[in-house]
């Protein structure tokens, strides 16, 4: 059976956000949708999975919400269900940036298409910056973009106080897996002075599905919040698995490594693995189902925090 994965976010005022998350929960259980949808005062970000009628049916209920009437998604297909679970969770922040001052409402950098964004990276005069964290660059980014080496993206205004400068980088592209949080880092660069920001539209997810291979100046695979791991061109499904203990993305070749031991450590965190971790993850080896479902809460717990996008 082939499932839709869709994800979306719009940045809007919101409220009665409890309302909201009842009524939602009980209509996403009701459709048997899988995923997390986000909910605070800034607006809503989530990625569903489920039959194309399902989804269908919760988009046009959400949309039913007069704020929600432009939500828009950005669709893939899988032949699994790639959550767990259907959660709808009530958060500060849709994405979490940490600078509660910044509104992608009140303004944003200048949008790029995939068309157009080649022409503008390949720039001498433009700085071009992945704002995903470091396991996600691991796997795959946009030839020579700057990696931050952030591991969450609260991290990303630091970043900018310790190596950007308004005056020296007059032009700065970012992108993100599908857009959310190159909305805030670019309001939020516009906060600090700079005047010339942009970012990629619909992030690479929309650029993989767009721009065939041979024009392509994406290398490796797209990091996705969800049991898939990673797509690539033509949002096909990559060869990727997580790691038991670290969440680490993993090739075939970490897992043909002499370090990497299923279920308990990878080549990633072999020398940082404490032994009450390994004992840990022994522990949850012994017992299979217990395994499997923690497994998958590694990747949907950093769904919580940069969710699909």
């Not at 022994?282 to 299979?288: A, C, D, H, K, Y």
Request: proline residues 5%; glycine residues 8%; hydrophobic residues 35%.
């Amino acid at each position: 059976m082939v499932y839709r994965v869709t994800t979306f976010y719009l940045f809007v005022t919101l409220t009665d956000l409890d309302a909201k998350k009842a009524t939602w929960q009980s209509l996403g259980q009701r459709l048997g949708l899988k995923g997390t949808i986000l909910l605070a005062t800034e607006g809503i970000n989530g990625t569903i999975a489920g039959t194309d009628g399902a989804i269908a049916q919760m988009l046009e209920h959400l949309r039913q919400e007069p704020a929600l009437q432009a939500l828009t998604g950005k669709n893939s297909w899988t032949d699994h269900l790639p959550f767990e679970r259907f959660k709808v969770k009530i958060k500060p922040e849709i994405v979490t940036l940490g600078q509660p001052a910044i509104n992608p409402q009140d303004q944003v950098g200048t949008y790029v298409t995939p068309q157009d964004w080649n022409t503008l990276i390949q720039d001498p005069e433009v700085l071009l910056i992945d704002t995903r964290n470091q396991y996600e660059v691991a796997i795959g980014t946009f030839q020579g973009a700057i990696n931050p080496e952030t591991h969450h993206f609260r991290e990303f205004p630091r970043y900018v106080a310790q190596h950007l400068d308004p005056q020296q980088h007059r032009k700065v592209a970012m992108f993100c897996t599908g857009g959310i949080r190159c909305e805030k880092a670019s309001a939020y660069l516009l906060s600090q002075g700079f005047t010339e920001v942009y970012h990629l539209q619909g992030g690479i997810l929309n650029y993989l599905e767009t721009i065939p291979p041979e024009s392509s100046l994406w290398q490796g695979h797209c990091f996705v919040f969800d049991q898939r791991v990673a797509l690539a061109e033509g949002l096909t499904e990559g060869n990727y698995a997580l790691c038991a203990a670290c969440g680490h993305p993993l090739t075939e070749g970490d897992r043909q490594s002499p370090q990497y031991e299923a279920g308990i450590v990878c080549p990633h965190c072999r020398t940082s693995q404490t032994s009450a971790k390994r004992a840990k993850q022994e522990r949850r080896l012994r017992q299979p189902k217990t395994c499997f479902k923690g497994l998958r809460a590694t990747a949907e717990s950093r769904g919580t925090e940069d969710q699909g996008h």
